[in-house]
């Protein structure tokens, strides 16, 4: 009889355990770290990509496979800064994502390069601290196509995109993520729901190939101070479309600082039966389009709201740094995190609004 060595399983109990123990802490932006760098043509190129017909500066998933070391160095740049989860570095690496560069033949390769990084980091750190495991997410963006809203103003019905094509999308990238060695799937910066719908029944899906069902984290995006997301839903109504895949955790990223999500945070954790996440800006961006957000600004707002009992994942997306990340793991160490609701059953339904009959 055959023993599984598959490191997965147990993984994944000591991501459930630690979830339990204390707030656990994501890693920060990847944009504005990479622009520190300063990379020019030549560094997306690479060898493999030279007599590429198109440029390719700026897309920073390709880095995986040209510039590995910059990638493994914001992995381990995270970690020192305290972070427990890193994502990889994949928010655009599905195929019509990278159609806009040529690229949708490197997918795969982008996908399962940047599991790789991720991982090797992660399980370095976890061996030099066997206390403080640390955890991949696999990173899955949102797309530049979306199946809710019509392409053209004078065509309701107008698509760039069809379901089908969004789902085989993301099945790819999810099976490169998952033969890759993530822990859990993060499905983020959700504006569109149908979108992440097609998402999330891309990676449950992977089961029919006999992959192993792993955790998956869902993040949507409130755009602006109306709270709700681009394609119209509020809170209540975006979870009630994606409970049904009895997420690991929900939470919300991007578009806002911490002030101004807080309470759309506070509401999903009213609403949510499992695990929730945040991870703000640094504040709004400036006329010039940069942060102004120091790290202990935003390591104060989210440490109230650690004290609040909000939330059980904290990090940073757009303009947050290393030192906001360190700054976010010192105000939460010692935290308790927040404990899930039992809800009443209901028949809870959606669209742009919530719907429900007790």
């Not at 990889?88 to 690229?103: K, R, V």
């Not at 993060?186 to 569109?192: A, G, P, Q």
């Not at 999330?200 to 899906?205: S, V």
């Not at 002030?259 to 006329?287: C, I, K």
């Amino acid at each position: 009889m055959s023993v599984s060595t598959d490191p997965r399983p147990a993984r994944i109990a000591a991501l459930k355990a630690a979830a339990r123990e204390r707030i656990l802490v994501l890693d920060g932006s990847w944009g504005v770290m990479i622009q520190r760098r300063g990379l020019d043509e030549a560094d997306f190129r690479g060898e493999r990509f030279a007599d590429h017909a198109m440029p390719l500066k700026g897309d920073n998933d390709l880095l995986c496979l040209t510039r590995p070391d910059i990638v493994t160095d914001l992995h381990d740049t995270y970690f020192r800064a305290g972070a427990d989860i890193a994502e990889t570095n994949t928010f655009n690496a599905t195929s019509l994502s990278q159609s806009d560069y040529g690229l949708e033949s490197a997918v795969v390769d982008i996908n399962l390069a940047a599991a790789a990084l991720a991982r090797e980091s992660a399980d370095r750190w976890t061996a030099a601290d066997p206390a403080k495991p640390r955890f991949v997410a696999g990173a899955i963006g949102p797309l530049s196509r979306t199946l809710s809203m019509s392409s053209d103003v004078n065509d309701p019905g107008a698509r760039q995109v069809t379901y089908d094509a969004v789902y085989d999308a993301y099945r790819e990238q999810a099976r490169a993520l998952h033969k890759g060695g993530v822990d859990l799937f993060l499905v983020e910066t959700v504006f569109d729901t149908l979108n992440a719908k097609a998402a999330i029944k891309a990676i449950l899906d992977l089961q029919d190939e006999g992959l192993e069902p792993l955790p998956i984290w869902i993040s949507g995006t409130i755009t602006d101070r109306s709270g709700r997301t681009l394609s119209g839903q509020t809170v209540e109504a975006f979870w009630n479309s994606i409970r049904h895949a009895r997420p690991f955790a929900v939470g919300f990223n991007c578009a806002l600082g911490a002030d101004l999500m807080r309470p759309h945070v506070a509401e999903l954790a009213r609403l949510s039966d499992t695990l929730v996440a945040a991870y703000p800006n640094a504040g709004l961006p400036n006329a010039f389009g940069q942060y102004d957000e120091e790290p202990e600004q935003t390591a104060a707002h989210l440490d109230e709201w650690a004290r609040s009992g909000l939330v059980n994942i904290l990090g940073g997306c757009c303009g947050t740094t290393p030192e906001h990340i360190a700054a976010i793991a010192r105000a939460v160490a010692g935290k308790t995190p927040r404990q899930p609701p039992v809800r009443p059953p209901a028949m809870r339904l959606s669209g742009l609004e919530a719907f429900e009959i007790a």
